[in-house]
């Protein structure tokens, strides 16, 4: 069993994927461009249902972009 000790000097169990904070980036950059599809919606929304659409569109954006690069590359 691989074990690794942490900075406060804890051993970590790196088979059962005690590292935190490895994925914090990707978190915040998905953060971001959902606020910024967030605002690109309701801004061109011309109705109020419109503009809550908008919101679920930028819930769901990511999904549909890798989907059309999966299906652009055939795969």
């Known amino acids: 069993m691989?074990?690794?000790k942490n900075a406060s000097g804890e051993n970590c169990n790196?088979?059962?994927g005690n590292r935190r904070g490895n994925n914090a980036a990707?978190?915040?950059?998905?953060g971001l461009a959902f606020v910024g599809a967030l605002i690109y919606f309701i801004q061109h929304a011309?109705?109020?249902w419109i503009g809550?659409?908008?919101f679920?569109?930028?819930l769901?954006?990511?999904a549909i972009v890798i989907y059309k690069v999966?299906?652009?590359f055939n795969l």
């Open 60 to 62: 769901v954006w990511p």
């Open 2 to 4: 691989a074990k690794e």
């Open 14 to 16: 790196l088979e059962h």
């Open 26 to 30: 990707s978190g915040g950059i998905y």
């Open 56 to 58: 679920f569109k930028a």
């Open 70 to 72: 999966l299906e652009f």
């Open 52 to 54: 809550v659409l908008g």
């Open 46 to 48: 011309d109705t109020f």
